[in-house]
């Protein structure tokens, strides 16, 4: 049985200004998204570039400002930080594990350099016990013997290997949830599968709850208990796994899934079998300009309707088909 959620993501809502002076819009780029994680959870957040779920990482890892809802953590808002200490503490909680292995470490410091930081700023270790905790780190995620490795430079080291270390930083910080954006994408397939198999076995050795952010499938097959799917903004489907990736039901997760090339299983971010290109609806359904199922009911924005355990789907053919257009 799934447990409590530890982080609960409630209707957050974000725009970006575009143009300037007399033309300045803003264009909302999150509409209400929520989800949770459990602890010793992994929620795989997927999604096509710009769907906004970058934004998502960005402002619970507060980096950037919500325009509203609210990051609970444990009962608390995260968002409501204000001072230098809230915002530490809470930054602490939630730890940012980057897409780029290799912009992500200073090229001028040895590798032990960030988590010793780290390890200091937040008082996880004192100086005297920095050493040993570092190579600690280091071996936990497969980088041994530590001591050495703590002495190399990041080009020193392969593409994996830097993400290990930039997951040893994260560790240092004993965050309760890791927020991996996009982690694997930059890896060759070997070295992706060694990273995702230990984020699985820090979640389950340490019941952290790891926030997976990606575009790819493969990925969020690999290690997810759950999947949310995020289309311009908006949560389209959410459910386990399992029961998402075989039996999806909103037509752009299928469209996802039918547009999964065979080999590195990553999608394209504009799948041509799904109308790739089409920009989303303003009004009604995001997704009926590419959308092979669109009828008049999805001039409306649908609700989003639990049809299983866990699985919730917002397209009206799921919540009232009619029986012609049955996806
Ligand atoms: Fe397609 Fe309509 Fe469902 Fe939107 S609500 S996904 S347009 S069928």
């Known amino acids: 049985m799934r447990q409590s959620p530890m982080l609960e993501v409630r209707e957050l809502t974000k725009s970006f200004a575009t143009g300037g002076g007399w033309s300045r819009k ?48 444990d009962g608390r808002d995260l968002l409501q930080a204000a001072t230098v200490q809230e915002r530490r ?18 090229p001028a410091h ?36 530590g001591a050495q490795v703590a002495e190399k430079f990041p080009h020193e080291l392969s593409g994996g290997e830097r993400q290990r270390v930039a997951i040893a930083r994260a560790l240092a910080v004993e965050p309760q949830l890791l927020l991996a954006d996009e982690p694997t994408s930059m890896l060759d397939v070997a070295t992706r ?19 997976l952010i990606t575009h790819d499938l493969t990925a969020a097959r690999a290690l997810a208990d759950r999947i949310a799917v995020l289309y311009a903004g908006h949560i389209v489907e959410t459910g386990p796994a399992d029961e998402v ?11 996802l899934l039918a547009a999964l090339p065979h080999g590195d299983g990553r999608f ?60």
């Open 26 to 73: 803003h264009k909302p780029v999150l509409y209400g998204v929520s989800f949770s994680v459990a602890r010793g959870e992994v929620l795989a957040l997927v999604g096509e570039s710009g769907s906004g779920k970058s934004t998502v990482a960005r402002i619970i890892s507060l980096v950037e400002p919500s325009e509203g809802g609210e990051v609970m953590m």
């Open 89 to 106: 503490a809470a930054r602490a909680q939630v730890q940012m594990i980057f897409q780029d292995p290799f912009g992500s470490l200073n």
């Open 110 to 145: 040895r590798v032990g350099y960030p988590i010793a930081r780290s390890l200091l700023l937040h008082g996880r270790a004192k100086r005297g016990e920095v050493r040993a905790r570092v190579a600690a780190l280091l071996e936990e995620v497969g980088l041994a013997p």
């Open 193 to 211: 599968q060694g990273v995702l198999e230990l984020l699985g076995r820090l979640r389950r050795e340490r019941g952290r709850g790891v926030l």
């Open 245 to 255: 990736l075989r039996h999806p039901r909103h037509p752009y997760t299928q469209s």
């Open 268 to 327: 394209l971010s504009t799948p041509a079998a799904a109308g790739g290109g089409r920009p989303p609806a303003v009004t009604g359904c995001p997704f009926a300009p590419r959308c092979p199922h669109a009828v008049a009911a999805c001039a409306q924005a649908p609700e989003t309707a639990l049809i299983g355990l866990g699985h919730r789907v917002a397209c009206h053919l799921v919540t009232s088909p009619p029986t012609s257009t049955e996806p």
